[in-house]
């Protein structure tokens, strides 16, 4: 009992990694987002909204991920920024559910060439997703522009 007492004030330990990150999909011109506030110009999404909003980016279907860390990674070029933008991903798993990542450690605001952001989710010993949805959250009006859009997925030790 005490032993998990602990573990509620020691923090999350994230699982080691068992092996190399690799690529599950790339995210770009060929895909299409799925909010009218983003469009493909050449290899950049621009994204613009007018308000505070969740701008849902694109799903994405996933088969045979588990006990891995799935990240989504991208690169954003902000300008002007006034309030602030960060990473959000939900993750689906037949009969579990929906779980989500947000990259609140992550927020981005004013000017900013591109930098790279990226969020991770875990997945333990029978999680087997079958959709990311993969969103950029603003918190208030704004304007960015993402290019490189990445899934990777990293086996885990188990934990």
């Known amino acids: 009992m005490f032993s998990w007492l602990k573990s509620l004030f020691a923090g999350f330990q994230p699982p080691k990694p068992a092996g190399p ?3 599950v999909q790339s995210l770009g011109p060929g895909t ?3 909010a009218e506030a983003a469009r493909w110009e050449g290899t950049e999404l621009s994204v613009l909204t007018p308000v505070a909003e969740t701008v849902r980016l694109f799903e994405v279907p996933l088969k045979g991920h588990e006990q891995c860390m799935l990240t989504y990674r991208f690169r954003i070029k902000t300008e002007a920024l006034k309030s602030t933008v960060y990473p959000e991903l939900w993750c689906r798993v037949p009969g579990i559910g929906e779980s989500f990542s ?3 450690h ?5 000017t900013n060439d591109w930098i790279s952001l990226e969020i991770p989710f875990y997945l333990k010993a029978g999680q087997i997703p079958d959709l990311l949805k993969l969103n950029l959250v603003f918190e208030g009006a704004g304007a960015v522009r993402l290019r490189e859009i990445e899934i990777l997925a990293t086996p885990l030790e188990p934990w």
């Open 102 to 104: 947000k990259g609140l």
């Open 21 to 23: 990150p690799h690529l």
């Open 106 to 110: 992550q927020k981005v605001s004013g």
């Open 32 to 34: 299409s987002p799925i």
